[in-house]
């Protein structure tokens, strides 16, 4: 690797921490930020809230904007964005101003995310986007386990307003790399202009769909709140792919979305990291209602999750590099599935060696998931379509939490009067595992062996159509 891949590498890696580290760190702060701006609980949620709709809304658009004017400029503007608003956070007077700044800071977010995936696939060549994308996904694990804990030191010897400023001096930073950063530019799609009926529609959907995920906790599935959402949710989507199909420059460009890898790729990503992340809010509840640990006793008890999966994804890169996409992901998929349901002898007696072992498997087999799912996406597309598929991406592994959480409540609001008995989980998680296995469907579609070089962004006049046959019959390498 070239000293220029290596710096694509560390501003990717860095960028993806940074907004990994303040999703995290926040949950630490929130009850200190609600004494202090005296915050109703409902406002307290907003500043998670309004900062995961505005992301799951924008990330496909700002993929498609880093297609069009590059995704280093994309990416500076997002980090420095970021640290703008990170800024503001610091020093609101009210929770009202803090909700409309996460709010900003999603938007910024949202640049961020598809533009680090993007410039790993300009930077690196095929056969070593897998190697990449592993490090990345270790460096996203870290951040998400180093968080909480850098988190509650911060705020208690420092205040919840630092974890905010903190943010600025590594943007900053982020920022300066970045443009030191060169990677080639890719040839341009001829139809790069942006549809902004169809923007629309998307980020309407997304969001919607986003914020009825997340007040299905609250709520619940047959409550009217719910039901309205997911309606409007329904005929939105409608609209916007009958949209599409008449567009001449659509959001998702045909060479995307006619590509099998990129399909599958997507279906996966979602059923497994549902099952993954309501597995965790199962875990969860079990070890701190049911069985009363606190939370640092709760988090050591799910931390093979993280170790694991951190550990595992140099190993993944290297074993979808030996056998391929399909075998990686089948295998990495029934890891997860097998995990999630060892774990439901959690809190029932059984040994928490045997626990601990069942969440080692599901971190294996994230971490198997996560860099053949990301490597197939980004690297199946062509060039030009890079910040889309990396938007696309990002946005299923911002709905997958969601939906995920949503089931796994519903689930354990149902069990809850034959858990009454007990301690553990009851049928949860092994809904969560059944979820996870949904996985193993798409799994099987992906390429069976290494992926030729991806096909090259369409030119002027190669027809859209023609980029998307191109792009499903190569395979990509490793995420």
């Known amino acids: 690797m070239t000293a220029r891949s290596h710096l694509a590498l560390t501003v990717s890696a860095a960028a993806a921490m940074i907004v990994a580290l303040d999703g995290t760190v926040l949950v630490v702060a929130q009850p200190s930020l609600r004494r202090d701006l005296a915050a109703s609980v409902t406002q307290v949620q907003w500043t998670s ?64 995310q598809p533009a680090t995936l993007a410039l790993l ?61 060169r990677a080639p530019a890719p ?69 995307v979305a006619r590509s099998k890898p990129v399909a599958a790729s997507l279906l996966l990503l979602l059923a497994v990291t549902s099952g993954v992340f309501g597995a965790l ?30 550990l595992g994804a140099p190993a993944a890169a290297a074993a979808l590099r030996r056998h391929g996409p399909r075998r ?11 995990g999630i349901a060892g774990g439901s002898g959690l809190g029932a ?32 597309a062509p060039a030009g379509y890079a910040g889309v598929v990396g938007g696309l991406k990002q946005t299923v592994m911002n709905i997958g939490p969601s939906l995920g959480i949503a089931v796994a409540s519903g689930a354990t609001a149902l069990d809850a009067p034959a858990a009454a008995g007990g301690p553990g989980p009851g049928l949860t998680l092994p809904v969560m595992a059944g979820l996870a296995a949904l996985g193993l469907l798409p799994a099987a579609l992906l390429p069976t062996g290494p992926a030729p070089r991806p096909s090259p962004s369409p030119g002027p006049a190669e027809p859209a159509g023609a980029a998307g046959a191109a792009g499903a019959a190569g395979d990509a390498s490793a995420p």
């Open 49 to 112: 809230t309004g900062y995961m709709v505005a992301v799951a809304a924008l990330l496909v658009i700002a993929g498609r904007l880093g297609d069009r004017y590059g995704h280093r400029r994309l990416l500076v503007a997002g980090v420095l964005g970021f640290a703008a608003a990170s800024a503001g956070i610091a020093l609101a007077p009210t929770a009202g101003w803090v909700i409309g700044l996460r709010v900003v800071q999603g938007a910024f977010g949202a640049f961020v």
């Open 121 to 181: 696939r300009l930077a690196y060549p095929a056969d070593r986007l897998g190697t990449a994308i592993a490090v990345r996904t270790s460096a996203i694990g870290v951040a998400g386990a180093a968080g909480p804990v850098l988190g509650g030191v911060v705020v208690a010897e420092l205040g919840w307003r630092t974890v905010f400023v903190l943010n600025i001096p590594a943007a900053v930073l982020i920022a300066a790399l970045a443009l030191a950063v």
């Open 187 to 255: 040839e341009r799609p001829a139809h790069s202009r942006l549809d902004l009926t169809g923007a629309a529609l998307l980020a309407g959907t997304l969001a919607i769909g986003v914020h009825t995920l997340a007040g299905v906790p609250v709520h619940g599935w047959a409550a009217t709140p719910t039901l309205l959402g997911l309606l409007a949710v329904a005929g939105l989507a409608a609209v916007f792919v009958a949209h599409e199909r008449r567009a001449a420059h659509p959001i998702v460009p045909a060479a």
């Open 281 to 310: 809010f199962a875990a969860t509840f079990v070890l701190q209602e049911r069985l009363g640990l606190d939370p640092l006793a709760t988090g050591l008890r799910l931390l093979p999750v993280t170790v694991v999966m951190v």
């Open 328 to 338: 990686t992901a089948v295998t990495g998929a029934a890891l997860v599935a097998v």
């Open 349 to 380: 007696g059984g040994p928490w060696a045997a626990t601990g072992a069942a969440f080692a498997l599901v971190g294996a087999g994230f971490a198997a998931v996560m860099v053949t799912a990301t490597g197939t996406v980004v690297g199946d």
